[in-house]
């Protein structure tokens, strides 16, 4: 008798183990899947040979690609670094800011990214750097 109760308490114990884990595990399998889209999102955004300064845009992720999991982004450039008095076709450095949103667990939870490039300023854009 006392050897089955010690087992059904093991047996609890291994159980509720299991079970957080399992949860962990879908919690992970979700922020490195938002960690994926926001690499190939950057890299993407990257490329984009004009990216307005200052402007805000943003999408919708494909649900295809989140397996069903609602998820969002938004990135904004901005100039970041160039010479004094530079001026337009001068290089500078320009920053991506980029946020993914997605739903875990009735939550929303966000991950955010920043890239840097070079790139050469176009006419208007030097009055724009900090």
């Not at 494909?62 to 160039?82: C, H, I, K, N």
Request: hydrophobic fraction near 45%; charged fraction near 20%; proline fraction near 7%.
């Amino acid at each position: 008798m006392v050897a089955t109760l010690i087992m059904a308490v093991a047996v609890v114990a291994l159980l509720s183990n299991l079970s957080t884990s399992l949860r962990n595990a879908a919690r992970l399998t979700n922020y490195d899947r938002a960690a994926m889209l926001a690499k190939s999102k950057m890299d993407e955004l990257l490329l984009v040979p004009r990216f307005p300064p200052g402007a805000v845009i943003d999408g919708q992720f494909d649900l295809s690609q989140t397996s069903g999991v609602p998820a969002a982004w938004r990135a904004r450039a901005t100039l970041f670094e160039a010479a004094p008095g530079a001026g337009p076709g001068m290089p500078a450095l320009e920053r991506i800011e980029l946020e993914v949103r997605f739903e875990q667990g009735g939550q929303t939870k966000t991950f955010q990214l920043e890239g840097y490039r070079k790139r050469n300023l176009f006419p208007g854009e030097a009055m724009a750097l900090p």
